[in-house]
């Protein structure tokens, strides 16, 4: 997301500390969300909309080990949503892949981040596809 429109950031430690959370705006709902979806979802998203908080990566980054015994053992498949503009467009989605490469990468072509509104059927398609080849 390059400019925040008329998403509100939270600060619940201070304005110092800096945001704690994120409300999404109907402008950034509509354009960058749910640009894709029909607009009932849009209209009811606009209605759900909840702060969101940021992801605090020291959690992750002093408390997280993986090991191929657990992690490794699973099966794992990215489905890259060609059209997301949450994600860079696949700019991220291709860090994400390739600095923890997955077993499969499927594409849903024209298909924006909220892909289970957008595109269900083909969103379901993948996930039977990958089911069939996990069993």
């Not at 998403?7 to 619940?12: L, S």
């Not at 998203?45 to 015994?69: G, W």
């Amino acid at each position: 997301m390059e400019e925040p429109m008329d998403t509100e950031f939270v600060y619940n430690k201070g304005l110092d500390k800096g945001p704690t959370s994120v409300v999404l705006g109907p402008k950034v709902l509509a354009t960058i969300y749910y640009q894709f979806c029909p607009p009932e979802d849009l209209t009811l998203a606009t209605y759900l909309v909840r702060p969101v908080p940021f992801f605090d990566e020291s959690v992750l980054l002093t408390n997280t080990e993986l090991s191929k015994e657990k992690y490794g053992s699973v099966h794992r498949v990215y489905v890259v949503c060609e059209k997301d503009n949450v994600l860079n467009e696949q700019q991220f989605q291709r860090w994400l892949i390739n600095n923890n490469p997955p077993d499969e990468v499927h594409m849903i072509q024209d298909a924006g981040h909220m892909v289970m509104f957008s595109k269900p059927r083909e969103l379901c398609s993948c996930l039977v596809m990958i089911s069939q080849k996990c069993h």
